[in-house]
């Protein structure tokens, strides 16, 4: 059974800093891309970043600059470095796995994913 779980998520003054974690199970975390996903209260899932299998990152472009993503394949985790916080980055957050044959090959389409975790809430306060 593949299991996703986030962690991290919290209260944060605006300009803060947050890092997320996601730890993966029952999958060979090396053969994914991981991806990044939020979704702020009464709007839909949109895409944050994305790592390949090769750590290749793409970021949203408001993500851009303020956030950076790194994995441990020998930990099965991929992190979600998270600077210079605004209140419009208060979402819930959840990381997804894409499985990829290619090490370069990412998405940023969330129906393209294969498995979800339940999320972890950041808010950032003003």
């Known amino acids: 059974q593949v299991r996703l779980v986030e962690s991290g998520g919290g209260l944060v003054q605006a300009g803060g800093s947050l890092t997320l974690s996601c730890i993966a199970s029952g999958l060979t975390f090396s053969d994914y891309a991981m991806g990044w996903f939020r979704q702020a209260p009464g709007k839909e899932r949109t895409f944050v970043g994305v790592?390949?299998?090769?750590?290749?990152?793409y970021f949203a472009d408001y993500a851009k600059g303020r956030f950076t993503i790194s994995r441990d394949n020998a930990k099965n985790t991929v992190h979600l470095q998270m600077y210079s916080l605004k209140p419009e980055d208060t979402a819930v957050y959840y990381c997804?796995?894409?499985?990829?044959?290619?090490?370069?090959?990412?998405?940023?389409?969330?129906?393209?994913?294969?498995?979800w975790g339940q999320g972890t809430q950041v808010t950032v306060s003003s």
């Open positions: 790592i390949s299998r090769g750590n290749r990152a």
């Open positions: 997804a796995a894409v499985q990829r044959t290619s090490v370069q090959t990412m998405s940023s389409n969330s129906r393209d994913y294969d498995y």
